[in-house]
């Protein structure tokens, strides 16, 4: 399973992978973060990708829209 930390928003669509953490962040639409990746406190735009494993802190990421 996933863990969500709030304060955190996600959008339609979105697939969160096994193991994922998904803290203080916000993903639009489409987004998807693989298995084991790690966000805090970033923005992920539409169609926005944290590949599996990925640690992303602080951070814009656009996506494909």
Same mark, same amino acid.
């Given at each position: 399973? %996933?863990?969500? #930390?709030?304060?955190?928003?996600?959008? %339609? =669509?979105?697939?969160? /992978?096994?193991? *994922?953490v #998904?803290?203080?962040? #916000?993903?639009?639409?489409?987004? *998807?973060? =693989?298995? /084991? %990746?790690?966000?805090?406190?970033?923005? +992920? *735009?539409? =169609? =926005? +990708?944290?590949?599996?494993? /990925?640690?992303?802190? *602080?951070t814009?990421?656009? /996506?494909?829209a």
């Amino acid at each position: 399973d %996933a863990t969500i #930390v709030g304060p955190a928003a996600i959008g %339609a =669509g979105c697939e969160i /992978g096994r193991e *994922a953490v #998904v803290a203080r962040s #916000v993903l639009w639409d489409r987004c *998807a973060v =693989g298995a /084991g %990746a790690m966000l805090d406190r970033c923005l +992920l *735009a539409d =169609g =926005g +990708l944290v590949p599996a494993g /990925g640690d992303v802190y *602080a951070t814009l990421r656009a /996506g494909t829209a």
